[in-house]
Antibody, heavy 125, light 107 residues
Framework: QVHLKESGPGLVKPSETLSLTCTVSGAPITSSSYYWAWIRQSPQKGLECIGSIYFSGSTYSNPSLKSRVTMSIDTSKQQFSLKLASVTAADTAIYYC?????????????????WGQGTLVTVSS | SYVVTQPPSVSVAPGKTARITCGEDNIETRTVYWYQQKPGQAPVLVIYYDYERPSGIPERFSGSNSGNTATLTISGVEAGDEGDYFCQVWDPSSDPLFGGGTKLTVL
């Protein structure tokens, strides 16, 4: 059974960079059938997909966040990571990592399952 | 911008049928996914490709997509089905989009 778990600071100061890591267990992160995604949830914006990454390093990013997002993957550690730069209070949310299946070659399309338990990140001074 | 619309809440008595809708012009041309989120938990996929059920999801959960409305139907609703339900599509720009969610209350 695939299991994902997020880790990283729960508090980030405005204008700084949010950094999170997701550790995958129970399945190889190098599977050709999946991308690995970051999704956040806040009362203001609801569920919002931030982006996703393939084991080769190919990425998809939501256009609304693309200029601030950096994603990376470490297949030897079964981990993938998210960096979100220049954060503001509007970036306060629960951040989830998830496996993205049913993908097209471009990394788009498909569903998100399973999800990690989520981690709350608060942006505040 | 592309928006999918869900009713904020749906209430149903135990044992009855709940129908949760996800609307947009010609949504039938989109593939719809549905997620269940119980309080304090992460979302769980309950329907993919409009009507397919992942393994482990009860047959009571079904989906359809026609015209301007996609529907998640839960038959024989149980107290444990309470939670928020979200639809998800990929918009015309191939960006993922979630509906605002529907809170299901079992009376």
């Amino acid at each position: 059974q695939v299991h994902l778990k997020e880790s990283g600071p729960g508090l980030v100061k405005p204008s700084e960079t949010l950094s999170l890591t997701c550790t995958v267990s129970g399945a190889p992160i190098t599977s050709s059938s999946y991308y690995w995604a970051w999704i956040r949830q806040s009362p203001q914006k609801g569920l919002e997909c931030i982006g996703s990454i393939y084991f080769s390093g190919s990425t998809y990013s939501n256009p609304s966040l693309k200029s601030r997002v950096t994603m990376s993957i470490d297949t030897s550690k079964q981990q993938f990571s998210l960096k979100l730069a220049s954060v503001t209070a509007a970036d306060t949310a629960i951040y989830y990592c998830a496996r993205q299946g049913g993908i097209a070659v471009s990394g788009t399309m498909g569903w998100f399952d399973p999800w990690g338990q989520g981690t709350l990140v608060t942006v505040s001074s | 911008s592309y928006v999918v619309t869900q009713p904020p809440s749906v209430s149903v008595a135990p044992g009855k049928t709940a129908r949760i809708t996800c609307g947009e012009d010609n949504i039938e041309t989109r593939t719809v996914y549905w997620y269940q989120q119980k309080p304090g938990q992460a979302p769980v996929l309950v329907i993919y490709y409009d009507y397919e059920r992942p393994s482990g999801i009860p047959e009571r959960f079904s989906g359809s997509n026609s015209g301007n409305t996609a529907t998640l139907t839960i038959s024989g609703v149980e107290a444990g089905d309470e939670g928020d339900y979200f639809c998800q599509v990929w918009d015309p720009s191939s960006d993922p989009l979630f509906g605002g969610g529907t809170k299901l209350t079992v009376l």
